[in-house]
């Protein structure tokens, strides 16, 4: 790139971001409580099976499987979960950094309860092979789910990228590898549910911030890949697809969560240094909430403010939000989604092996 091209587009951004981080700290600096949402969260976890008082002794431990709980919002969640049940439960961190995993469960306080444990599977989400040795994994060692937590994310760059499956990977960290686990899984949430404990899915994403989906394209492969496009469209076809998967399983909880501005390592991968750089200088300077805080609101919308069955759409300080920001789709396009979501996760033939 020309010297004088570089100079005007970094005077740009950095006009750019300044502008944005201002607007961005004006608006979302509504004074946020970490130490009442704690409190609230140790106090309402101990309302939960097997934590309440009349709960039997026999109960084992909680099942929270965390895929992308190694960094950001999912991290901030495993991290509240585990210091809300004093580490008895069954925690499970999916992802690929494994220093970082291990790191984040030696924080944890350590498990007294039987059946609790913490461990650590990598699984490189972005594949649907890996995706389903994960998942086979789970539904052969486990017997129950209560939270599913979804999360992962990674941004090398906003163009369109190609996995060794011929898949976006920023697509399929979004929405199809969410789908996956969240369908393949839901025989142990059932199970969960039969025992009378919690079964709640939950995704952090951006309720309401998906406007129309082009039912004539989806997945982007017909009328082409756009950054913009992606993110008018995508969130609400987790809107869409929690609707569906509600009708389906009318027992089990569905969350879909906005986690607002979080100080968390999105912008760490961005190949571009100066871009990356005006990304990480932004977060810092203008988002208000840290994985811990943000962990805690999110984690309060899991435990107490979705409190039955259905879907849940949830703002960043785990309140639920206006019905009318929510795009209801009709029944065929949640059939048209769904069809094109199960054969979108399907293993190819050649990566089986
Ligand atoms: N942060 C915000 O301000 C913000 C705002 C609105 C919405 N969101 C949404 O919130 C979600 C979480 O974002 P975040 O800020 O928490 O991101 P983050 O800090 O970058 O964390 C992303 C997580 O995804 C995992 N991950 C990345 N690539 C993966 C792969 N190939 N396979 C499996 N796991 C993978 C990472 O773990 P490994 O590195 O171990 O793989 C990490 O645990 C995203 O959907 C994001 O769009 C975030
Ligand atoms: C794990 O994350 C840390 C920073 O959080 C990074 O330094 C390290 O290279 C990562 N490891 C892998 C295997 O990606």
């Not at 920023?170 to 969960?192: D, G, I, N, S």
């Not at 569906?244 to 009318?250: I, K, Q």
């Amino acid at each position: 790139m020309p010297t004088t091209n570089s100079t005007s587009f970094a005077l740009a951004a950095s006009l750019f971001t300044l502008t944005l981080t201002t607007y961005i700290y004006k608006t979302h600096r509504r004074t946020s409580n970490l130490t009442s949402i704690r409190t609230s969260n140790a106090n309402d976890i101990s309302h939960i099976p097997p934590y309440s008082t009349e709960s039997t002794q026999e109960r084992s431990a909680p099942v929270a499987v965390f895929l992308g709980g190694t960094a950001g919002v999912g991290r901030g969640m495993a991290e509240a979960y585990a210091k809300h049940t004093n580490g008895n439960a069954h925690i499970i961190l999916i992802g690929r950094n494994a220093t970082n995993a291990q790191a984040i469960i030696d924080s944890f306080p350590k498990p007294t309860a039987p059946g609790a444990k913490h461990e650590f599977i990598y699984c490189d989400a972005t594949l649907m092979a890996e995706c389903k040795r994960t998942i086979d994994d789970l539904l052969q060692r486990l017997t129950t789910i209560n939270y599913l937590v979804l999360s992962p994310m990674f941004v090398r760059s906003f163009h369109k990228e190609e996995t060794s499956e011929g898949k976006e990977p920023k697509l399929v960290l979004l929405y199809y590898a969410r789908f996956k686990f969240t369908r393949e899984l839901m025989p142990l949430m059932q199970k969960a549910k039969e025992a009378g404990e919690d079964a709640k899915v939950y995704i952090v994403g951006g309720p309401g911030l998906g406007k129309r989906i082009d039912y004539d394209d989806l997945g982007f492969s017909k009328k082409g890949y756009s950054f913009w496009k992606v993110r008018r469209q995508f969130p609400a076809y987790l809107d869409v697809i929690l609707q569906e998967f509600a009708a389906r399983n009318p027992l089990i909880t569905f969350i879909h969560a906005y986690p607002g501005p979080v100080r968390s390592a999105l912008a760490d991968n961005l190949e571009w240094p100066l871009f990356r750089m005006f990304f990480k200088m932004f977060f810092e300077l203008s988002f208000p909430f840290s994985h811990t805080e943000s962990g805690e609101y999110m984690l309060h919308a899991m435990l107490t403010t979705a409190k039955h069955p259905g879907v849940w759409s949830i703002n960043m300080f785990g309140e639920t939000m206006p019905e009318q920001k929510i795009v209801v789709a009709t029944e065929r396009e949640r059939k048209m989604l769904w069809e094109h979501s199960v054969e979108g996760t399907v293993v190819p033939e050649s990566a089986s092996s």
